[in-house]
C-alpha cells in the first residue's frame, strides 16, 4: 500500500518538472546507474550513449535497459576468477615465536662460519 502511494507521489513529482529538468534527472539517473555496473567511471560520452538506447525514465526499466546495452558491449564488472578445482585451500604456517627465529638464525650463522 505504502509502495503504491510511493510511486504516485514520483509521479505527480515528475509531472511536475519541465522536459529540461526531466532530461536532466533521466542524465543523472543513467549516469549513476554506468558508475554502479560499469568498470571505469563513465564519461559523458558513455552516458549520451546510453540514453540513445533507453528512453525509460524509471529506475527499474532504466537498470535493465542498461544492464542489457553493457552484457552486450561486455563491460560490466567482473565477476572474478573461477578457482581451480585441483588448488584446495593451503594451509597457513604456524606463527614462529621471536625466540624461535633467533635460534634458527644463530644456528644458520654458525654453520656458515664452521664451512
Known amino acids: 500500500m505504502q509502495e503504491k502511494m510511493h510511486q504516485d507521489e514520483q509521479q505527480q513529482e515528475h509531472?511536475?518538472?519541465?522536459?529540461?529538468?526531466?532530461?536532466?534527472?533521466?542524465?543523472?539517473?543513467?549516469?549513476?546507474?554506468l558508475r554502479e555496473m560499469m568498470k571505469e567511471a563513465p564519461t559523458d560520452e558513455d552516458v549520451d550513449n546510453a540514453l540513445t538506447h533507453t528512453s525509460a525514465d524509471d529506475m527499474d526499466t532504466l537498470r535493465h535497459d542498461?544492464?542489457?546495452?553493457?552484457?552486450?558491449?561486455?563491460?560490466?564488472?567482473?565477476?572474478?576468477?573461477?578457482?581451480?578445482?585441483?588448488?584446495?585451500?593451503?594451509?597457513?604456517?604456524?606463527?614462529?615465536?621471536?625466540s624461535t627465529k633467533g635460534a634458527e638464525l644463530y644456528a644458520r650463522i654458525k654453520s656458515k662460519r664452521r664451512r
Not at 25 to 30: A, G, Q
Not at 69 to 95: E, I
Open 15 to 33: 509531472q511536475a518538472l519541465n522536459d529540461d529538468e526531466r532530461e536532466e534527472l533521466r542524465r543523472l539517473r543513467v549516469e549513476k546507474l
Open 66 to 98: 542498461i544492464a542489457a546495452l553493457l552484457n552486450d558491449l561486455k563491460l560490466t564488472k567482473q565477476g572474478g576468477a573461477d578457482a581451480s578445482l585441483g588448488n584446495s585451500l593451503r594451509w597457513k604456517p604456524q606463527p614462529k615465536s621471536l
